[in-house]
């Protein structure tokens, strides 16, 4: 079968454009090689596994876990059912520290539940005089983080850790997390991809704010003078982490909206120094 009628053939159940994902994949190949190869046969192994990776698809299982790969911030990170899929709303987040850390001699950034690593991983390469620490609870999200820092060529210290436990006295000059943040009862988790992914990841809680508040319990000892701690979350919840951020200690709160105009990062400083304000 040519690779034009396998194409016709997977549209009947997939998005044609995942379905030439999932053969980009299969052929390791790019798309433009697809394209202009439309007449090319497809040998009969070939055949089989693209077909079977449609019917997983078609089941619900993510192009990116049978990709084994998600682009973020226009790096390939791989990635596993251990981790989330990296999200473009994400990449704001990385833009915000970026900022923020930018200006530093040598930014020490702590990234909380780094999941895949793509956001340490990023901001280790995009920020080449960091120091950039990863933290996550899970061994196996650690060794994809570690497998993406090495491919990548990132500087990454990873540490196995529930948020703050294991990190010790160190402070930093951002702290940034993309914690789990859906509401227990929130319909979408049994939905789409989401079905698929590791639930510790998104769900938090009856209001989704667990992390967050745990988070933010030790975030303020582990912040230098000044340091800021940047936080995700969703769509509804941009009132109530402003709040948290203030009980937590913390000034200058920010909240910054997502390319969907939806308020998904805030963002909170360390005063700058620890004198007790005059009354
Ligand atoms: N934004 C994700 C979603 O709702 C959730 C990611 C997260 O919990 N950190 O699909």
Request: net charge negative.
């Amino acid at each position: 079968m040519s690779i034009a009628a396998a194409l016709q053939a997977a549209r009947q159940l997939i998005p044609v454009a995942e379905a030439r994902l999932l053969l980009c994949h299969q052929l390791g190949c790019t798309p433009a090689w697809l394209e202009a190869h439309r007449d090319e046969l497809l040998n009969a192994t070939q055949l089989a596994a693209f077909e079977s990776s449609i019917t997983r698809r078609a089941a619900g299982e993510p192009v990116a876990y049978l990709c084994g790969v998600r682009e973020f911030y226009g790096r390939d990170f791989s990635v596993s059912p251990a981790v989330l899929i990296p999200r473009p709303e994400t990449e704001l987040l990385v833009e915000l520290v970026l900022k923020k850390a930018k200006d530093l001699a040598q930014p020490c950034i702590l990234d909380l539940g780094t999941g895949s690593g793509c956001i340490a991983v990023t901001l280790a390469l995009e920020l080449p005089q960091a120091q950039v620490s990863a933290a996550d609870v899970s061994a196996a999200a650690l060794a994809i983080a570690s497998e993406n820092s090495r491919r990548l060529g990132a500087s990454v210290r990873l540490v196995e850790s529930d948020w703050f436990s294991a990190v010790g006295a160190e402070q930093f000059d951002v702290v940034v997390a993309n914690p789990p943040y859906v509401p227990a009862n929130d319909p979408h988790l049994a939905q789409g991809d989401l079905r698929h992914e590791p639930i510790n990841a998104l769900q938090s809680g009856a209001d989704g704010l667990d992390a967050i508040r745990q988070i933010l319990a030790h975030a303020y000892e582990h912040l230098c003078a000044g340091g800021w701690l940047l936080l995700e979350h969703g769509y509804d919840q941009a009132s109530s982490v402003a709040g948290l951020l203030a009980v937590a200690g913390l000034e200058a709160i920010e909240q910054h909206r997502d390319l969907a105009g939806i308020v998904r990062v805030s963002g909170g400083r360390k005063r700058l120094t620890d004198a007790v304000p005059a009354r």
